[in-house]
């Protein structure tokens, strides 16, 4: 069975950061692309950073230089390391698994969702 289970939100003042983990269950992480999406309330869900088989990655304009993306293949944990943070970065964040291969944000690609885990930035 499939699960992918988020942590490390939290609230942050603004330039601050958070590292977010997402324990995966059901499947080998290296097997396949995986990306952390992020829904700003009243907004749509956004892509914001994604790695492919052999460590490709990816990223939003949005946090491109700030967050990095990472995984631990041996805990099958998928990081998300965001550092200055700015309010624009609040909403609820969420891990997903993609295909196996390349691909980019678009939902489609994503069959297994988690929960997600709230982020918010205050100024």
């Known amino acids: 069975q499939v699960q992918l289970v988020e942590s490390g939100g939290g609230s942050v003042q603004a330039g601050g950061s958070l590292r977010l983990s997402c324990a995966i269950s059901g499947f080998a992480l290296d097997s396949y692309s995986v990306a952390w999406f992020r829904q700003a309330p009243g907004k749509e869900r956004e892509g914001v950073a994604i790695?492919?088989?052999?460590?490709?990655?990816s990223y939003s304009d949005s946090v491109k230089g700030r967050f990095t993306i990472s995984q631990d293949n041996a805990k099958n944990i998928l990081y998300l390391q965001m550092s200055s943070l700015s309010p624009e970065d609040t909403g609820l964040y969420t891990c997903?698994?993609?295909?196996?291969?390349?691909?980019?944000?678009?939902?489609?690609?994503?069959?297994?969702w988690g929960v997600g885990t709230q982020v918010t930035v205050s100024s």
């Open positions: 790695i492919g088989r052999g460590g490709r990655t």
């Open positions: 997903a698994r993609g295909r196996i291969s390349w691909h980019d944000f678009s939902e489609g690609h994503f069959r297994y």
